[in-house]
């Protein structure tokens, strides 16, 4: 198969280029572009433009797509597109207040109380003055989220403590 040149944009707006196999899948560029940049990535998504044949000045633009991780490359038009990789995650919080699971979508580069923020914009629901457990251990600390431990799809307990940890050690 022959290599294909694709553009990167990264989430502070820097931009880097790849040349990879056109027969390899996503997931597998994936794996390399962390490689090759050294930060993890966890989405990407591409936006393809093509010039009209009959009047050069008129570019079409598709719409923001996701790649799925178990497409091939070769599949999609992604010589004459920009590869946005996104650093959001999908993190699920149980409410033990209020039985609940939310997904919550965030930012690994967020500090903890943007997380915290995030919860009460996407659901209406303050965790201000919860505790947060993850992997059993409160999270505390000014880093990042994704510095404190947050991954794709992990589990954030949040209440009182006294609850929480009751609730996890049962």
């Known amino acids: 198969m022959p290599k294909v040149s694709l553009l990167f944009e990264k989430s502070d707006g820097t931009h880097f280029n790849l040349d990879i196999d056109s027969n390899v899948t996503v997931a597998e560029l994936m794996r390399h572009a ?22 050069r000045e008129v570019v079409f633009v598709s719409r923001l797509q996701d790649l799925p991780t178990d497409a091939l490359i070769c599949d999609y038009p992604l010589a004459n597109s920009t590869i ?15 039985v609940e699971r939310l997904a919550v979508d ?26 947060l457990i993850l992997l059993g251990k409160e999270v505390i600390g000014d880093r990042s989220i994704g510095d404190l431990g947050f991954v794709p799809d992990c589990m954030i307990h949040a209440g009182k403590l006294d609850v929480v940890l009751g609730v996890i050690l049962t």
């Open 106 to 131: 965030a930012s690994v580069h967020w500090p903890l109380n943007d997380f915290r923020e995030a919860v009460e914009c996407q659901h209406k629901v303050s965790i201000a003055e919860d505790v």
């Open 84 to 98: 946005f990789i996104r650093s959001t995650i999908r993190v699920y919080l149980n409410l033990h207040a209020r």
């Open 34 to 55: 962390s490689v090759e940049e050294q930060f993890t990535i966890y989405k990407l998504q591409f936006i393809s433009s093509s010039e009209d044949p009959e009047d």
